[in-house]
């Protein structure tokens, strides 16, 4: 299971949280999470669960469609304690393809760029009384004939942060949205769409885990 959370405390549709004097709400949060491992051996989910395939899961929630709300993670064999390690992200041999034709949780729309940029592997849109304000994480410099084409080369910036947290049997994964979002600037022009060269993503992209360590993950 994930849990999310802001300063410690559970973060739900129904949560106001206070930013720069200013209260948010949660729009959309979705994030791809693949390629587990626990103490360096794989680990396959179950593909039953409609979010889930053997390598990855889309977990989260969108607030105006109570449909896409799915926070467990259901492996094919029980944990142990460990370090439990994966990916946020799609994995690249998946990453350019037709979502019309991908098979659940690929399909999804909304969570798609193109086939030139792929998928958006977390997905984290806020309300406020005036604005909004959205972070997209994908790969960018991707290079392809036209954004309705695949790239025939790796992204320049592939943008999968890797995550490793100490887990012991029975607990749950947590992610933690307010060192994530300490210190920034929230408003529609300060928006973040994996832009290397946008002011906002170049004080978020390191938070999440892109050339630093990742902010706000743990097991509880």
Known sequence: MLQLQFNGQPLSCDTVITLADNSWQLGQFQLYLSDFSLNNKPLLLDPTPAHQQPQLALLGTVCSEPA????????????????????????LARNHQDPLQAKPPLNQSDMYWSWQQGYKYLRLELNGADSQWALHLGATGCQS?????????????????????????????SLDLAPLLDGIS????????????????QALLPRLGIGAAPLGWSAQ
């Open 68 to 91: 896409f709300d799915n926070w467990q993670l259901k492996f094919t064999r029980p944990l142990t304690s460990g370090t439990l390690a994966f990916s946020v992200g799609v994995p």
């Open 186 to 201: 929230l408003s529609a022009d300060n928006h973040c769409m994996s832009d290397p060269n946008r002011l906002s993503c």
């Open 145 to 173: 004939p036209s954004p309705m084409r695949p790239p025939s080369s790796a992204c320049q910036q592939q943008n999968r942060p890797q995550i490793a947290v100490a887990y012991q049997s029975g607990q749950s994964l």
